[in-house]
Each structure stands twice: as structure tokens, then as C-alpha cells.
């Protein structure tokens, strides 16, 4: 069944490409439906679902309730070959609208191969995750029920070109730099408001990353250190500096994730989103955040585990310009707690959870010249998740 399956998902489109066009065929290369066949084509397709009840609060007054897809993704990754390999991952729950510069919609996460040439190293080419540190951001979005305010402003897929080097025989230690795309539109689509006056556009949009994987203490510690620059507009660039650090041993799964980033352009727009009624609104320079993302798990057995997680949060600006002064605009912070249980000892993909939310905002001094109104917010949500492996 699954070799029919497979063989119909690639031979479908290739019969009506050949209807269309011309083809040309060598027959010193094996097919993907012939490696498929002889076993060499390795590959795994899931469907990833998660769905909630939630109940939505704001300053302590219930606003209502809503049932929500909260993600819903086609996710197929699979080896060609010894050398190569590949990944395309489709979600429905973003924008189908193609951007003007990576020219494939913002819904489609992956679609990459990966050059494999020998063990120790490994190229990435293609739509991929941004190599910025952390593990809030590279942990599978399926099992985030919320996102810091750092992570959850920040696009994490776009075109680029990473190389992975191991750094030592027992492959503990990585290094991996990246080249990718810093935007996937126009400078409107992260600037709604339009640069500051005066400011340009740059020619070379692209970030550049540099990032540390090494495991210690037979793997229970997991450290992921990376830095990354990228200009955001004509002498004007972006910096970010991370560290993730994982923990997982027995019940226990825990990290603490530090993220900083110094934006001469304000790209997270969390600092510019600040302007209230009665400004014309511009956008903000020199804009600072740091953010430290904690998380503690505990899987009382194979059917039941509980987590708290926390993240505090702070949003500067460091150097006055225009109507923004120098100083802190606003701290915040999210309190999380989850109890989950897999009801199924043979279909581990399918779990049930229940979860509670709290995210407070503390506006500071010169926010209050802004006009500025960020309210508390709760979330009580039951959901459940499944990913449902199709291959």
C-alpha cells in the first residue's frame, strides 16, 4: 500500500509535466519510483494537526470563547539517496500570497535539499529555518502553545544556504553557518508604516548566521550558541546573539533560552506598534529586546506529563531619534502551565492537553509619551494534537 501510495503521490505529476513539455530521459539515472522500489527512498509524510477550545480574557473580562486550528501542516521529508535528501513542509495556517522576492507564498515553510557528501558535513539548499538560536524557535511549532513575543515576531523560514561541519568524531559538536534571505517581500511588508525619512532601502538583504551545537554529559546537555548581522536598510543593520540551553534526562526536560537582538531599523515593529491615537506614527530606530524563555517538564509516565514555562521580556530603545527617547518602553512577561495526556499506548502522535496562559505588559517612561496601551491578556485552552503519519 505504501509503495502505491508513493508511486502514484510522484508519478501523477510527472505524467502531466510530460503532457505539457518536452522531456528528456537518461537512463544511466535511476528514478525516484526506482529507488523508491529498490528501497533506497526512504521517506516519512505526516499531517500535523492541533486543534483547541480556548477562552480569551482581557484585564480579568472574559471576552468570549472560540473553537481554533491552531495548526494544521502537510510535512513530507525523505532521503534520495546516501547523499541527498529532501524536505517540504506546507502549512494552512499562514499567508497563501506570494512574496515579491523568494517568489513562493509564506505558508510554505520547507522545501529544501540537503547534500550529504560524507558524515561530517552536510548542505542545505532551499526554503529552511534561520539559524537563530534557541530552543523555543527551532522546537517543532506543534507543541509551542505560545510563543514569546521575541520568537512570535520573528519569520523563521526563508531561502538561503547553510553548511553543517562535525566538529569532532563523535559528532557532539557542530558548526553551522548560513546565508539567507532577511525578508521575503518588499521593505513595506516589514515596514508598514514605510522606512524613517531619510533612510534608504538596501541592495543586499541578507543575514548572515553563525551557530554552536554541542552535546555534553552523554547527551543530556544540549547547548546552542549562535550570532547573526544583517542590514535592514542602507548603513543601518540588524544584530542578533542567542543561547539555548537544553537539558533532558529520565522525566526531566527543561531549557533556558536567552535571545538579544539590536535593530537600528525597528524589525520586530513591537517598539513602533507603541504609537497610540493622536500621532502620526513612524517608524522607531535603534530599537533593543531581550527576552529569556524558561521551561520545566515532567513525564510522571508514558501516558501523563505536566510543564510550566515563563518568559520575561524587556523593549528598549538605546539611542534617541525623532519622537522616541532613550530607555525602557516596556517589560513583559507570559506564565504558562500544561497537563498532557496520550491516551494511547500504540498511537503516541495523538495527545490531549489543557492549558493556561498569562501575559502581562508594563509600559515605562517614555512610552507614556506615545499614547501607548498594551493590555493583560489569559488564555484558558483544551485541545488536542495528532500527528498522523501517512508513510
Not at 89 to 114: G, M
Not at 295 to 317: L, P
Not at 374 to 382: F, K, N
Request: aromatic share 14%; proline share 4%; charged share 20%.
Amino acid at each position: 500500500m505504501k509503495r502505491l501510495f508513493l508511486t502514484l503521490l510522484i508519478i501523477l505529476p510527472l505524467t502531466a509535466m510530460a503532457q505539457s513539455s518536452e522531456t528528456v530521459s537518461d537512463d544511466s539515472v535511476s528514478s525516484i519510483v526506482e529507488r523508491m522500489l529498490d528501497k533506497k527512498f526512504k521517506a516519512t509524510f505526516n499531517i500535523d494537526f492541533c486543534s483547541s477550545l480556548n477562552g480569551y480574557f482581557t484585564e480579568n473580562e472574559f471576552d468570549g470563547a472560540s473553537l481554533k486550528l491552531n495548526r494544521l501542516r502537510l510535512d513530507l521529508k525523505g532521503r534520495i539517496s546516501e547523499q541527498f535528501s529532501f524536505r517540504v513542509r506546507q502549512s494552512f495556517n499562514k499567508s497563501y500570497s506570494k512574496n515579491s522576492t523568494e517568489n513562493v507564498p509564506n505558508s510554505l515553510e520547507y522545501a529544501n535539499i540537503q547534500w550529504h557528501p560524507n558524515p561530517g558535513f552536510k548542505l542545505t539548499v532551499g526554503k529552511q529555518f534561520l539559524t537563530i538560536a534557541g530552543y523555543e524557535a527551532l522546537a517543532n511549532s506543534m507543541y509551542v502553545r505560545e510563543f514569546a513575543d521575541f520568537n512570535d515576531n520573528l519569520n523563521f523560514y526563508r531561502l538561503g544556504i547553510t553548511g553543517a561541519m562535525k566538529l569532532d568524531q563523535e559528532r557532539n559538536h557542530e558548526l553551522q553557518l548560513q546565508v539567507a534571505n532577511n525578508r521575503g517581500g518588499t521593505d513595506l511588508d516589514i515596514y508598514p508604516i514605510g522606512l524613517p525619512t531619510g533612510v534608504e532601502s538596501t541592495k543586499l538583504p541578507f543575514i548572515t548566521s553563525i551557530c554552536w551545537n554541542g552535546y555534553f554529559d552523554d547527551k543530556a546537555w544540549n547547548l546552542i550558541y549562535g550570532a547573526s548581522v544583517a542590514p535592514v536598510a542602507k548603513g543601518k543593520n540588524l544584530y542578533y546573539l542567542s543561547c539555548g540551553n537544553i537539558y533532558e534526562k529520565g522525566p526531566v526536560f527543561a531549557y533556558l533560552d536567552v535571545m538579544y537582538s539590536r535593530e537600528e531599523i525597528d524589525t520586530q515593529q513591537r517598539i513602533t506598534g507603541l504609537q497610540g491615537e493622536g500621532l502620526i506614527p513612524v517608524t522607531a530606530q535603534n530599537a533593543e529586546y531581550l527576552s529569556f524563555i524558561a521551561k520545566f517538564e515532567y513525564k510522571f509516565n508514558s501516558k501523563w506529563s505536566a510543564y510550566v514555562k515563563g518568559a520575561y521580556e524587556t523593549s528598549s530603545v538605546y539611542k534617541a531619534e525623532g519622537v522616541f527617547a532613550k530607555g525602557r518602553y516596556m517589560t513583559n512577561w507570559n506564565a504558562q502551565a500544561s497537563v498532557e495526556w496520550v491516551p494511547f499506548e500504540k498511537d503516541k502522535g495523538f495527545k490531549l492537553f489543557a492549558h493556561y496562559l498569562y501575559k502581562g505588559y508594563s509600559l515605562e517612561g517614555p512610552a507614556s509619551f506615545l499614547n501607548a496601551n498594551v493590555p493583560d491578556i489569559q488564555r484558558i485552552s483544551l485541545g488536542a494534537i495528532y500527528a498522523i503519519p501517512v508513510l
